[in-house]
């Protein structure tokens, strides 16, 4: 709890700025979007693409990691309650197992669409909704439920702070570092540029030739309308990843600040701890910003995200109307009746 540091005013003073009114805002925005986000996703027009199967599950896991993160520490720090041993063990360990999730779950969708413009046969094979449903998007949770056991075993609750102290500290940030800060952010790169050189080996390859069904003319191998939703699915999936790669980037800088400079020195200066706590938290806000910007990066990289969104409003448009005139109906036989 941050009013149990004893440090620098100016400092926590900023720190309390970020977490009464940039947490509030992630919340609400984010549980919108997340919300949104399964909605739209469950949708037989983009769940029937392999890789929206990833983001929908992923809209789950952003909703838990940010609802278990930042509504317990409004909570906590408006009322001055001081956490406890259990809930703390509990809290570190689902957001670290959501947030991985998460994380690698958009990986996986990187790699999905790698597969899909591959000139390998057998590789666009792991393109489908089956592999992703059957076998990749379980294999993540089950992985990623695992690995985070570290979390609840080691954590500790001295002087009303949870958090890891001594040697396991350093195995704890230089763990965040590489899981969050290093892998995710440099696969997800890597098969970006993979990507484009796939795409652009495929048109060079490509023969201008198409073939003749009856009096159709269709492209070979794919129709025109897959091939723009794969366009629309993979210019959603470039833009979360430009934003993962983007916020994570300050996130590792942060702790690679926190593990050279010892934060664990008993004889640290007040000034220093400062430093250290508004390092914390704003490094601890950056974890935050995939989940709760998402919704909003896909209405702004996709017209076909966004026409599923105006024909979601336009369905509840029109059932708002007929339930009005079902209800006004209602009303005026009550009158009648009543005359």
């Not at 909703?63 to 720090?77: D, F, H, Q, R």
């Not at 899981?179 to 080996?201: T, V």
């Not at 017209?303 to 708002?320: A, N, P, Q, S, T």
């Amino acid at each position: 709890m941050l009013s149990s540091y004893q440090t620098n005013s100016s400092l926590i003073a900023v720190t309390k700025v970020l977490i009464f009114y940039g947490y509030p805002f992630m919340l609400i925005f984010g549980n919108i979007g997340n919300a949104l986000n399964v909605v739209l996703f469950l949708r037989k027009n983009l769940r029937t693409t392999s890789c929206n199967n990833y983001f929908l599950v992923s809209a789950f896991s952003n909703a838990i990691a940010l609802n278990v993160a930042i509504m317990p520490l409004l909570y906590m720090e408006s009322r001055h309650i001081e956490e406890t041993i259990l809930f703390c063990k509990f809290q570190g360990y689902v957001i670290n197992a959501a947030l991985q999730i998460s994380r690698y779950l958009i990986l996986m969708a990187s790699f999905d669409r790698f597969a899909l413009c591959s000139t390998n046969a057998y590789l666009r094979k792991f393109s489908t909704v089956r592999i992703a449903r059957r076998y990749v998007i379980p294999s993540i949770i089950v992985i990623w439920l695992i690995i985070p056991f570290h979390v609840p075993v080691w954590i500790t609750f001295e002087d009303n702070v949870c958090g890891f102290t001594g040697l396991i500290a350093h195995y704890e940030l230089i763990y965040s570092i590489i899981m969050i800060g290093i892998i995710p952010p440099g696969l997800m790169f890597l098969f970006s540029l993979l990507i484009f050189r796939n795409l652009r080996l495929r048109q060079r390859r490509r023969q201008i030739h198409p073939f003749i069904v009856g009096n159709l003319i269709q492209p070979i191998n794919e129709t025109r309308q897959t091939r723009i939703k794969d366009q629309h699915v993979l210019a959603m999936l470039l833009v979360q990843v430009f934003a993962y790669v983007v916020s994570s980037t300050p996130y590792t800088i942060s702790m690679f600040y926190v593990v050279l400079t010892n934060n664990y020195d008993i004889n640290a200066s007040l000034e220093h701890e400062s430093r250290i706590i508004f390092v914390v938290y704003t490094a601890n806000m950056f974890r935050f910003i995939c989940p709760f910007i998402s919704f909003y990066l896909f209405l702004l990289a996709s017209k076909l995200y966004r026409r599923e969104m105006l024909l979601i409003i336009l369905h509840i448009y029109r059932r708002c109307i007929v339930l009005w005139e079902k209800l006004r109906a209602i009303f005026i036989l009550i009158i009648i009746l009543m005359i």
